[in-house]
């Protein structure tokens, strides 16, 4: 079955980094995109960034200069080196994996990000 499994969540102090990773498995298409969305608690979930296949990228107003996003295409890996973190940072990180044609859109289950003051 299709698994998209993330690692590197963490508590971490204000100013300071983490990097997630997310690698996909039984899903037997190429991907198109996959990327990194984050869901804090009372709020909507959010694009945090993406990485097209063609190696494009797509960042969040909120992260824009502070996290990068890249990829392994050969692993179906993406990462999210995320720099200079805030407590607005706080929040569950779900990493995505979308085709367009035929379409398929896969999340995974959500790795804990918590950024303390």
């Known amino acids: 079955q299709v698994q998209l499994e993330e690692s590197g969540g963490g508590l971490v102090q204000a100013g300071g980094s983490l990097r997630l990773s997310c690698t996909a498995s039984?899903?037997?298409?190429?991907?198109?995109?996959m990327g990194w969305y984050r869901q804090a608690p009372g709020k909507e979930r959010e694009l945090v960034a993406t990485v097209f296949s063609g190696s494009s990228t797509l960042y969040g107003d909120a992260v824009k200069g502070r996290f990068t996003i890249s990829s392994d295409n050969a692993k179906s890996t993406v990462y999210l080196q995320m720099n200079n973190l805030k407590p607005e940072d706080t929040a569950v990180y779900y990493c995505?994996?979308?085709?367009?044609?035929?379409?398929?859109?896969?999340w995974g289950q959500g790795t804990q990000v918590t950024v303390s003051s």
């Open positions: 995505n994996a979308q085709r367009f044609i035929p379409s398929f859109n896969y």
């Open positions: 039984g899903i037997s298409s190429s991907i198109d995109v």
